[in-house]
């Protein structure tokens, strides 16, 4: 591997101090931060040749120029889904031809790599002042009385997404290389989840909770199997702390007794949730998914005298809960 070349400030700086006389190979060395033999090697060749340039190489020339280069660079940086025969195609309409291993080479250089496009949602300028306000003013707020909430859906069999694997070629065909399908894609499952800051909440799968296990995670369905553990797992908390008082001992308990309850409502699933990891004073967070502003669900909310969180539309990103399923 080719070494670093010296700039000519370098070599003129190594020049001038030899001159000086101050000091010897190895202490111009140590305070350019260079070899000692480089050292006696620039000083040589000045004397010999009076030059600090590098001599003219031999072999193939680069096959592009500064402003090529320039050029290539500047459209990838204009957009970066320009492909290299799209820039191949700028490059002739200027009269040059250059290969696309040549461009990319170029890129390379530059310490451009092609990676795979990550997806992400398209947020309204009006969506995204609303998100910035949202956590402006909720900077300082109590957070430690959210229990967070989100559904998701878990594959029983792989994930939806496609797979790498490391393979030679003609290797493809082998089994150890190959990911295996079966029919319906394997089957997946809806799952309720919650959490707090003091820890996390009992899952509810929606499929087991519900008798039609094709039918859809809508409004009925959440006030009627979903609602049920916020309030048991916030009273939970309360017995967690030491003087805890006894009406909130009283809450636990009758919490605990709806939790026992194999098929309890979906209102008695979010009171035992909140219940266990918050307390009696805990506000919901729940997204925009239509079941949860749907009107029957907000009525429902209202009799319960629940404290819900304003959320922001398209703000998945906000929810430490929703983050946790993504990752997992």
Same mark, same amino acid.
């Given at each position: 591997? /080719?070494?670093?070349?010296?700039?000519?400030?370098? #070599?003129?700086?190594?020049?001038?101090?030899? #001159?000086?006389?101050?000091? $010897?190979?190895?202490?111009?060395?140590?305070?350019?931060?260079?070899?000692?033999?480089? +050292? =006696?090697?620039?000083?040589?060749?000045?004397?010999s040749?009076?030059?600090?340039?590098?001599?003219?190489?031999?072999?193939?020339?680069?096959?592009?120029?500064? +402003?090529?280069?320039?050029?290539?660079?500047?459209?990838? #940086?204009?957009?970066?889904?320009?492909?290299?025969?799209?820039?191949?195609n700028?490059?002739?309409?200027?009269?040059?031809?250059i %290969?696309?291993?040549?461009?990319?080479r170029?890129?390379?250089?530059?310490?451009?790599?092609?990676?795979?496009?990550?997806?992400?949602?398209?947020?309204?300028?009006?969506? /995204?002042?609303?998100?910035?306000?949202?956590? #402006?003013?909720?900077?300082? $707020?109590?957070?430690?009385?959210?229990?967070?909430?989100?559904?998701?859906?878990?594959?029983?069999?792989?994930?939806?997404?496609?797979?790498?694997? =490391?393979?030679?070629?003609?290797?493809?065909?082998?089994?150890?290389?190959?990911? %295996?399908?079966?029919?319906?894609?394997?089957?997946?499952?809806?799952?309720?989840?919650?959490?707090?800051?003091?820890g996390t909440?009992?899952? +509810?799968?929606?499929?087991?909770?519900?008798?039609?296990?094709?039918? &859809? !995670?809508?409004?009925?369905?959440?006030?009627? /199997?979903?609602?049920?553990?916020?309030?048991?797992?916030?009273?939970?908390?309360?017995?967690i702390?030491?003087?805890?008082?006894?009406? *909130?001992?009283?809450? +636990?308990?009758?919490?605990?007794?709806?939790?026992i309850?194999?098929?309890?409502?979906?209102?008695?699933?979010?009171?035992?949730?909140? *219940?266990?990891?918050?307390?009696?004073?805990?506000i919901?967070? !729940?997204?925009?998914? &239509?079941?949860? &502003? *749907?009107?029957?669900?907000?009525?429902?909310?209202?009799?319960?005298? =629940?404290?819900?969180?304003?959320? @922001?539309?398209?703000?998945?990103?906000?929810? @430490?809960?929703?983050?946790?399923?993504?990752?997992?």
């Amino acid at each position: 591997m /080719r070494s670093k070349e010296l700039s000519m400030q370098v #070599k003129g700086a190594i020049i001038k101090l030899r #001159k000086q006389k101050k000091t $010897m190979k190895p202490e111009t060395a140590t305070v350019l931060g260079v070899a000692t033999s480089t +050292v =006696w090697y620039i000083q040589r060749k000045k004397e010999s040749s009076g030059e600090l340039s590098n001599a003219k190489r031999p072999g193939r020339p680069r096959k592009t120029t500064v +402003v090529d280069d320039g050029r290539i660079i500047s459209m990838v #940086k204009r957009n970066p889904f320009t492909t290299a025969n799209q820039v191949n195609n700028t490059l002739q309409e200027g009269g040059g031809s250059i %290969s696309k291993s040549t461009i990319k080479r170029r890129l390379h250089e530059c310490r451009y790599r092609g990676n795979t496009a990550r997806c992400k949602p398209l947020i309204s300028l009006k969506n /995204r002042m609303a998100r910035l306000d949202f956590a #402006k003013k909720h900077l300082k $707020m109590f957070w430690k009385n959210i229990l967070w909430t989100d559904e998701t859906k878990i594959n029983l069999y792989q994930n939806d997404g496609q797979r790498k694997v =490391w393979r030679r070629r003609g290797e493809a065909p082998d089994p150890k290389h190959t990911t %295996s399908s079966v029919k319906h894609g394997g089957g997946s499952v809806m799952v309720w989840a919650c959490m707090a800051a003091s820890g996390t909440g009992t899952p +509810v799968f929606i499929d087991d909770v519900t008798q039609d296990r094709s039918s &859809p !995670m809508n409004s009925e369905v959440f006030r009627d /199997r979903l609602s049920a553990q916020i309030q048991v797992n916030a009273a939970l908390s309360a017995q967690i702390q030491v003087n805890a008082a006894p009406s *909130a001992q009283i809450q +636990v308990n009758a919490a605990l007794s709806a939790q026992i309850q194999v098929n309890a409502a979906p209102s008695v699933q979010i009171q035992v949730n909140a *219940a266990k990891l918050i307390g009696r004073r805990f506000i919901i967070q !729940m997204d925009n998914d &239509p079941k949860h &502003p *749907a009107k029957a669900t907000q009525e429902f909310i209202k009799a319960k005298k =629940w404290n819900i969180l304003e959320w @922001p539309s398209q703000s998945p990103d906000l929810n @430490p809960l929703s983050i946790s399923l993504v990752e997992d």
